[in-house]
Nanobody, 123 residues
Framework: QVQLVESGGGLVQAGGSLRLSCAAS????????MGWFRQAPGKEREFVAG????????YFSDSVKGRFTISRDNTKNTVDLQMNSLKPEDTAVYYC????????????????WGKGTLVTVSS
């Protein structure tokens, strides 16, 4: 198993930036593909960004391409999400997730979840 703890959420004005961090603990961290998901009030949880098990394999949803960046530091067991040019529609609880199975970047494709960190973007 792996435990995930997110940090870095908060309140930011539209156009601003935030950096979220996910700290992982457990065995064989490098065996997992890591991703960030988000869930806005009244909406389904959705994929935001992912970092695959292959070095340099990153994926982004269309809504955040060009604005968000995901990075992974295997020496520290951390995965970060740099969010730039934030929009009010980015407001959500952001979750770090890990998976061993399959290639699906969907909530049902992930095995472990953090508790989430709230990001609020004001207009």
């Amino acid at each position: 198993q792996v435990q995930l703890v997110e940090s870095g959420g908060g309140l930011v004005q539209a156009g601003g930036s935030l950096r979220l961090s996910c700290a992982a603990s457990g065995r064989t961290f490098t065996s997992y593909r890591m991703g960030w998901f988000r869930q806005a009030p009244g909406k389904e949880r959705e994929f935001v960004a992912g970092y695959g098990r292959s070095a340099g394999s990153t994926y982004f949803s269309d809504s955040v391409k060009g604005r968000f960046t995901i990075s992974r530091d295997n020496t520290k067991n951390t995965v970060d999400l740099q969010m730039n040019s934030l929009k009010p529609e980015d407001t959500a609880v952001y979750y770090c997730a890990a998976a061993l199975n399959g290639p699906r970047w969907s909530p049902n494709g992930m095995d472990y979840w953090g508790k989430g960190t709230l990001v609020t973007v004001s207009s």
